[in-house]
């Protein structure tokens, strides 16, 4: 017999098996992954929610705080008024109803508030400068994440106040005033110059360019849609957002007894919402059919709850003035399916006709961007500042987002968009960005990568609505924040998709002892390499799809 011959040591001589290397017999082998969780997917401002949900379970309250304004600086502000992609895309739903977190980051935006946490100072102050115009959420963001990075920024805003739509838009009775102005002004304590009553316009660029590195617009969208049926002059058909912004000054548009509302948006629901509070008979008009309507289902229901008669899937084809009230000649309708989307082409349906009469009519069909005074800095195209990947317009060193260079009109997507705009300024200025983008080379956990034998039913909870008949009564909160316990209960039912929350599942069921818990590790395991054997029991054990195996190199 020739070669050398490995001999083992028989454990009955060592008492132990740590001698027999299993591991070369393994085709694949286990690792652990931060896997991207769908809430984060759809998130506009790409907010780690498994990471800051497990972090309120823990009752590290201002830990979870700071991870939510890592990407979002105004979350009481959106814990109020987002439309909720990352509900509608969580694993839970499919279980037991989706974690509500959108609540939860209420809760805690409103905790930040009553604590008085305060965002860190810039750990650097550079000697560059960026001017930003409009102190919406897509230019609140965008001065935000610039002073972190300690660029001066100056914002710019044509209000007496900051906030844009969230202050002169949504209603107080969903967004109280005092919340806006905590947090706006959380972001101008980090050392932002503010200009209030001032409205720039492109004549102003080449002063602009004097004293700053780069210009970003961010001035949103303020000019109503009118439908031809009515006049401009005529002072019985109100523009929606003009509507609102008189209610949030206290000082209302006036209304005639009976006021039909035009839209089927989150504006037009506002709107039927205060009309109804100033005491008039309100129904709503949508060309969608509810299903399909852009307003959210809740902000829907309120409305009818508290006494909004709504009429879907219908248009007014005319007007007619009979003794100085307006009759809407109306049409049943349904949407045509065979058009680019963007597009809505209503298809009337014969013998539907029907009469509305209004003393007032309320259009809430949408908004553009102002953009006469721009047209020749900028590029416009399709009624919007023309930006790149980058958010670069055409002209050098300005930069856009938010409505002025959107159609996706939401709060939250403003709020992400003024972020990311921030860091491809902050590019440009030649500061070194390192944006992280989690897991992106492992794929999305789903509904069936987690193990739902260690997860309870538990039914999902909401915010407590105040009741209809004392919501008319005046422009207070209807929608209350979660109790401790409330948030606590919400907090645990999340599933933490992707993420490892240590509960040593990996360790406890691998049949060859291969995984060891190591605090020096990147996700607190170590798997040994001379043991596993890639048999996948810590894949199927582990309760949130943050296991996996890959296959083995030869």
């Given at each position: ?6 001999r ?12 027999l290397?299993?591991g070369?017999?393994?085709?694949a ?5 931060k ?18 949900v497990?972090?309120v ?12 304004v890592?990407n979002n600086?105004?979350?009481?502000a ?23 977190i ?15 946490w ?10 560059q ?26 914002l710019?805003?044509?209000n007496p106040?900051?906030?844009?739509v969230l ?24 050392g932002v ?26 001035f ?7 439908l ?32 039909v ?30 299903e399909v ?26 007007v007619?003035d ?11 309708v349904?949407?045509d399916?065979?058009?680019l ?22 259009l ?10 721009w ?21 050098a ?5 938010g ?25 440009h200025?030649?500061?070194?960005v390192v ?55 919400q ?38 390499e ?6 996948g029991c ?17």
């Amino acid at each position: 017999m020739s070669g050398t011959v490995k001999r083992v040591p028989s454990i009955w001589t060592t008492g132990s098996t740590d001698i027999l290397n299993t591991g070369t017999w393994r085709s694949a082998i286990a690792v652990h992954e931060k896997r991207p969780a769908p809430c984060y997917g759809v998130c506009p401002v790409d907010g780690d929610i498994p990471v800051w949900v497990q972090q309120v379970r823990n009752e590290k309250f201002k830990e979870a705080w700071q991870t939510l304004v890592e990407n979002n600086p105004i979350p009481a502000a959106i814990g109020r008024t987002c439309h909720r992609p990352c509900e509608g895309a969580c694993n839970r739903t499919d279980f037991d109803g989706a974690v509500s977190i959108n609540a939860l980051e209420q809760y805690i935006g409103d905790m930040a508030i009553q604590e008085g946490w305060a965002f860190p100072a810039p750990s650097v102050e550079l000697d560059q400068k960026v001017a930003v115009i409009g102190g919406g959420p897509a230019g609140l963001s965008c001065a935000y994440q610039l002073r972190r990075k300690g660029i001066q920024v100056t914002l710019f805003d044509a209000n007496p106040e900051l906030g844009g739509v969230l202050r002169y838009g949504v209603p107080e009775y969903r967004l109280p005033k005092k919340m806006v102005a905590a947090e706006t002004q959380r972001i101008v304590d980090l050392g932002v110059e503010v200009v209030t009553g001032r409205k720039l316009t492109g004549a102003d660029v080449e002063e602009l360019e004097r004293d700053y590195s780069a210009i970003f617009i961010a001035f949103g969208a303020h000019e109503p849609k009118r439908l031809s049926q009515f006049s401009k002059n005529d002072k019985r058909a109100l523009d929606g957002i003009a509507f609102l912004r008189s209610v949030r000054l206290d000082a209302p548009a006036e209304l005639g007894r009976k006021v039909v509302v035009i839209g089927g948006g989150s504006v037009a629901m506002d709107v039927a919402g205060s009309a109804l509070r100033l005491g008039r008979q309100t129904e709503i008009l949508a060309l969608e059919g509810r299903e399909v309507m852009p307003a959210p289902e809740d902000e829907i229901e309120d409305v009818i709850e508290e006494g909004a008669l709504l009429i879907d899937g219908a248009m007014v084809k005319t007007v007619e003035d009979v003794s100085g009230r307006l009759l809407l000649h109306c049409i049943k309708v349904e949407l045509d399916q065979n058009v680019l989307p963007g597009i809505i082409r209503p298809i009337e349906i014969a013998g539907t006709e029907f009469i509305l009469e209004a003393d007032t009519v309320i259009l809430a069909v949408g908004q553009d961007p102002e953009l006469t005074d721009w047209k020749d800095r900028v590029q416009v195209a399709k009624g919007m500042v023309k930006i790149d990947e980058d958010y670069r317009t055409s002209h050098a060193g300005i930069f856009a987002a938010g409505d002025v260079a959107s159609t996706e009109r939401f709060v939250s997507t403003a709020i992400g968009d003024g972020k990311r705009a921030a860091n491809c300024i902050a590019r440009h200025l030649g500061q070194l960005v390192v944006v992280e983008d989690a897991a992106v080379e492992t794929k999305e956990v789903t509904f069936e990568d987690i193990n739902t034998f260690y997860f309870p039913n538990q039914e999902p909870g909401e915010r407590d609505k105040v009741d209809a008949d004392v919501r008319i009564a005046g422009f207070a909160e209807i929608r209350l924040g979660l109790s401790d316990e409330q948030a606590l209960n919400q907090a645990k039912r999340c599933f933490s998709c992707g993420s490892c929350v240590e509960c040593d599942n990996c360790s406890i069921f691998c049949p060859d002892m291969a995984i060891i818990k190591d605090a020096d590790a990147p996700l607190y395991y170590k798997v040994l390499e001379q043991y596993c054997k890639g048999c996948g029991c810590c894949l199927e054990e582990c309760p949130r799809g943050a296991m996996g195996v890959k296959e083995e190199k030869k």
